[in-house]
């Protein structure tokens, strides 16, 4: 992921490129920001940025042993950890869980956990962070690094986490060992157990302007009256604007704020 394919939050990326080239990186950093915003975006970037091994001034170069790996997310120093609808058991169903997890980043990191919920046929079930996960992401991290110079965890929607999954990465968060990074990406901090945001730099990230997100579709070759479509009932949520494209920019479920939408181009 490059920071150039996001759309907007150029002071964000600054901060984030800065803390990179003068090696002043927090071991913990909270990307905060709302369902279908960059938070995760912007973390996959950031991750993909410190381990690349020719950056190119504030970008990666996209190239690089490091930069493919972690590109198509099996870089062997980049782990994961996200909510599961249950126990994952055994080499066959890890393995499996992060196939798909890597496909769900590649098809769109601007999605929420109602979409991986999906992807991972369990629409139904309750999705957590629970303790066993933990415990594998803090066994994984106690290893050196395999080709970076960093290990870097990543934490998608901390707020899944119960309390023995927290207390389970307390110390390893609170005191990682060298040469490691911690990237939580939040949708709502107010369900995030304190002791574990305490620990975190927060970075907020705002919703998309809606002039961001339109650059964005026009980019991505969608035609000019479906993006404006698209824009207006995103309203600042990306995710939301790339659905309904995919619906074809006829969602039912949107008539109704079509409707609304054609009356203020109207006026
Ligand atoms: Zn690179």
Redesign the pocket.
């Known amino acids: 992921m490059f920071f150039s394919e996001i759309p907007g939050l150029e002071d964000v990326k600054k901060i984030l490129i800065n803390s990179v080239t003068t090696n002043h990186s927090a071991h913990a950093i909270m990307f905060l920001g709302k369902s279908g915003s960059a938070n995760l975006t912007l973390a996959l970037a950031y991750a993909t940025f410190i381990n690349?091994?020719?950056?190119k001034g504030e970008d990666?170069?996209?190239?690089?042993p490091?930069?493919v790996k972690m590109n198509k997310f099996i870089h062997p120093d980049f782990h994961f950890l996200m909510p599961t609808p249950g126990k994952i058991d055994g080499d066959a169903e890890q393995a499996k869980l992060l196939a798909d997890w890597r496909l769900f980043l590649l098809s769109n990191t601007y999605s929420d956990h109602t979409a991986w919920g999906q992807a991972l046929g369990a629409e139904n079930k309750q999705l957590g962070i629970k303790i066993d996960e933990a415990r594998k992401l803090v066994a994984s991290l106690t290893l050196k690094a395999f080709e970076g110079e960093y290990k870097i965890a990543l934490i998608w929607l901390p707020e899944f986490m119960n309390n023995a999954a927290a207390n389970m990465l307390l110390k390893t968060l609170e005191e990682p060992s060298e040469k490691t990074i911690f990237l939580l990406v939040c949708n709502d901090i107010e369900k995030v157990i304190v002791t574990i945001q305490s620990r975190c730099q927060p970075i907020y990230i705002r919703d998309f302007e809606d002039h961001e997100i339109l650059a964005y579709l026009e980019k991505k070759g969608i035609d000019k009256p479906i993006a404006q479509k698209a824009t207006y009932i995103g309203n600042g949520n990306l995710q939301e604007a790339l659905d309904f494209v995919q619906k074809g920019g006829t969602s039912e479920n949107h008539i109704a704020q079509f409707r609304d939408w054609m009356r203020l181009c109207f006026n």
Not at 52 to 55: A, F, I, N, S, Y
Not at 60 to 64: A, D, E, L, R
């Open positions: 690349c091994e020719d950056k990666s170069c996209g190239v690089c490091s930069c």
